[in-house]
C-alpha cells in the first residue's frame, strides 16, 4: 500500500498539471480570437496605449500624438555651459505610423498560444519608426560642442627623403558623436521630451600606434615575400 502512494501522488500531480495547462491554452485561445484583429492589452507605441484597438484606430491615434510632437521644440541638448533646442524641423524629421503599427502588430502575434498569455504579464512599449537626416542631427551637435572639443589624430607614417618619419596618434576630447544621436532617435522614437546631457569623453583616434605598427609589419612581411627588400 505504501508503494502506491508515490505513484498515486504522480498521477494526481500530472493529472492536475495537464488540467491548468489545458485551461491556459483554451484561455489563451479565446484571447487569441478576441483579439485577432486588435492588439493585445498593455501594448504601446511610443508611450501611446494601443490595447484593444484595431489597427486602423491605432494608426489614427499615434499619427494625432506624431503631429502634436512635430509642432514644438522638444528636446535640449545640454554640452558643459552649452545648450541648444533641437526642434523635429532641425532633424527634417518624419514618422512612420502605419509601418510602425504593422510591425508592433505582427510582433505582438507571432503566437496563438504564447502571445496572449504574455499580453497579461509583460507590458510592451515598442519604438516607432522614424527617419531623420543624419547629416543635419551630426552638424547640430558638432555645432554645440566643437567650441570645448579636441579632436583626435591618428598614426601616420610619412616618407621624407627617404626616411620614414612616424608619428604619434593623440586622444581628443568632446562628445560622443554616435552616442548623442542614438540618444536623439531614441527619445524621438519614444515620443519623449526633455533635455539629453551630453558628457565630454576621450576620443579614440580611428589608427592607434599599435594598428599603424601592426600595419607596417604586414607590408614588410609581404614585401619581403615578394622579394622586395627594404633598406634599415
Known amino acids: 500500500m505504501h508503494k502506491e502512494k508515490p505513484k498515486n501522488l504522480f498521477w494526481g500531480l500530472f493529472l492536475g498539471l495537464m488540467v491548468v495547462s489545458s485551461m491556459l491554452i483554451f484561455f489563451s485561445l479565446i484571447l487569441a480570437l478576441f483579439y485577432q484583429n486588435r492588439f493585445y492589452p498593455q501594448t504601446k507605441i511610443s508611450g501611446v496605449d494601443v490595447g484593444a484597438k484595431t489597427k486602423e484606430e491605432a494608426i489614427k491615434i499615434l ?13 535640449t541638448l545640454i554640452f558643459l555651459s552649452h545648450e541648444q533646442k533641437i526642434s523635429p524641423q532641425d532633424l527634417a524629421l518624419s514618422f512612420d505610423a502605419k509601418k510602425s503599427i504593422d510591425s508592433a502588430f505582427g510582433q505582438t502575434h507571432q503566437n496563438v498560444i504564447l502571445s496572449p498569455l504574455k499580453s497579461l504579464f509583460l507590458k510592451n512599449n515598442w519604438e516607432q519608426i522614424i527617419t531623420i537626416d543624419p547629416e543635419k542631427m551630426t552638424g547640430l551637435i558638432n555645432n554645440l560642442t566643437q567650441e570645448e572639443s579636441k579632436n583626435p589624430r591618428d598614426a601616420e607614417l610619412k616618407i621624407a627623403d627617404d626616411s620614414i618619419v612616424f608619428s604619434e596618434a593623440t586622444f581628443g576630447e568632446g562628445a560622443d558623436i554616435k552616442k548623442v544621436e542614438r540618444e536623439i532617435e531614441s527619445k524621438i522614437a519614444l515620443l519623449q521630451n526633455g533635455e539629453i546631457k551630453i558628457e565630454k569623453t576621450r576620443l579614440n583616434p580611428a589608427i592607434s600606434d599599435v594598428d599603424l605598427a601592426q600595419a607596417y609589419f604586414r607590408a614588410a612581411s609581404l614585401l619581403q615575400n615578394k622579394g622586395f627588400g627594404l633598406k634599415r
Open 63 to 75: 499619427e494625432e500624438k506624431n503631429n502634436d510632437y512635430l509642432k514644438n521644440d522638444n528636446l
